[in-house]
């Protein structure tokens, strides 16, 4: 299905019946991630899904977005969508970035949350970070001398060894900068309301540190460990984690 929020085309769908579940991926990413998810889950739960603005088949923004207009876009995308009441919201990486944001600031209103391998915490200084840090202040000047195609295949470089995501997404370069800059800690605080982490044992993208992180400060919060996972939790492991879900959505 097909509608226009905040002057965007975006891709959605709604299957199933009961109370409503959003589900939000991550960066470069598409609502197809959660194809395994939604069929398990729809035989109680009405699940919506979503491309997010600049991925999958929904149009791209013409400007650099914040996390904040993530939040700005679902709040409008509930309301055109006549969605209601949100019994519960997964997000996936980036998605669970969003989806604390959207919740904190009240744009988006839930009963339940459910956070897998979610990112948004930008403590430390490991080489990774401070790599793309480098990339983002100075790698166009300091190359501004070399041929196009060397300065291209330098860059590319450069970002695979920070591990970046953003060559799985050129268009929206400048909104993944703002992004990975954003730290949601303290908009994680303040949450209130039951939360699930679920994280992997071997993410190298989002490490479980960062699940421990969230389960210190977030006050009404259970960490679940998925063994033999990656980053796409998900997926590497997807009958453990729709036990863990479903169990969190059955409770009482």
């Not at 729809?42 to 791209?60: C, H, M, N, R, W």
């Amino acid at each position: 299905m097909q509608l226009v929020v905040d002057g965007l085309l975006t891709s959605y769908s709604r299957i199933g019946k009961g109370k409503a579940v959003l589900l939000l991926h991550g960066w470069g990413d598409s609502q197809q991630t959660f194809s395994r998810l939604v069929k398990d889950l729809s035989a109680k739960y009405e699940i919506i899904t979503v491309d997010l603005p600049g991925f999958g088949a929904s149009q791209s923004p013409d400007k650099a977005w914040q996390l904040e207009d993530f939040s700005n876009f679902l709040n409008e995308f509930v309301r055109k969508a006549k969605i209601g009441s949100l019994y519960a919201i997964v997000g996936h990486s980036n998605g669970g970035a969003i989806a604390i944001q959207a919740l904190a600031s009240k744009q988006l209103k839930s009963e339940k949350l459910i956070l897998l391998a979610s990112s948004g915490i930008r403590t430390g200084s490991s080489l990774r970070k401070i790599i793309f840090q480098i990339i983002a202040k100075t790698g166009n000047l300091a190359t501004i001398w070399m041929p196009e195609r060397y300065r291209l295949a330098l860059r590319k470089s450069l970002y695979n060894t920070a591990g970046s995501d953003y060559l799985a997404v050129p268009h929206m370069e400048e909104t993944f900068k703002n992004i990975v800059r954003r730290d949601v800690q303290k908009e994680a605080s303040e949450l209130n309301l039951p939360v699930l982490l679920i994280y992997a044992d071997g993410d190298n993208d989002v490490p479980l540190s960062h699940g421990k992180i969230y389960d210190r400060i977030i006050k009404d919060s259970k960490l679940v460990i998925i063994p033999e996972a990656g980053h796409f939790v998900h997926h590497d492991q997807p009958e453990d984690v729709y036990k863990e879900i479903v169990g969190f959505l059955n409770a009482k």
